[in-house]
């Protein structure tokens, strides 16, 4: 993979993360991007950087912790929702079933995301 696509995928899978972080915590998207560069052991301008299309390059210590954060949180993510899927079910007639359909989509998405990080970043 070429040095540009490897920024490309990496900018991407790094709005998602902070997407997803300011959705989950109640976060501006800038104070989500600010504490995730902490998590990623980055500082806040190269993770704004690398939003922006700025950074120039990405070694193999910024792809390792933006990976291995995105990786814990889907797992996270997958867990979560599958104790919530599992409980709308053990409910014997779940309230919505729009919404256990959601779950279930949400859950299959969040499977089908974790296995192509792992299977891309071996």
Same mark, same amino acid.
């Given at each position: 993979?070429?040095?540009?696509?490897?920024? #490309?995928?990496?900018?991407?899978?790094?709005?998602?993360?902070?997407?997803?972080?300011?959705?989950?915590?109640?976060?501006?998207?800038?104070?989500?991007?600010?504490?995730?560069?902490?998590?990623?052991?980055?500082?806040?301008?190269?993770?704004?950087?690398?939003?922006?299309?700025?950074?120039?390059?990405?070694?193999? #210590?910024?792809?390792?912790?933006?990976?291995?954060?995105?990786?814990?949180?889907? =797992?996270?993510?997958?867990?979560?929702?599958?104790?919530?899927?599992?409980?709308?079910?053990?409910?014997?007639?779940?309230?919505?079933?729009?919404?256990?359909?959601?779950?279930?989509?949400?859950?299959?998405?969040?499977?089908?995301?974790?296995?192509?990080?792992?299977?891309?970043? =071996?």
């Amino acid at each position: 993979m070429s040095a540009t696509l490897y920024l #490309d995928a990496a900018e991407t899978l790094a709005r998602s993360c902070v997407r997803r972080h300011a959705a989950r915590t109640g976060l501006t998207l800038d104070e989500a991007r600010d504490r995730l560069a902490a998590e990623f052991g980055w500082s806040p301008g190269t993770l704004y950087n690398l939003l922006r299309g700025r950074l120039k390059r990405l070694d193999a #210590d910024l792809r390792a912790g933006l990976t291995r954060y995105a990786v814990e949180d889907l =797992q996270n993510e997958i867990a979560a929702l599958t104790r919530e899927l599992e409980n709308a079910r053990g409910l014997g007639r779940p309230q919505d079933p729009q919404l256990v359909g959601k779950a279930a989509a949400l859950l299959n998405e969040a499977r089908a995301l974790h296995d192509r990080m792992v299977g891309g970043a =071996q």
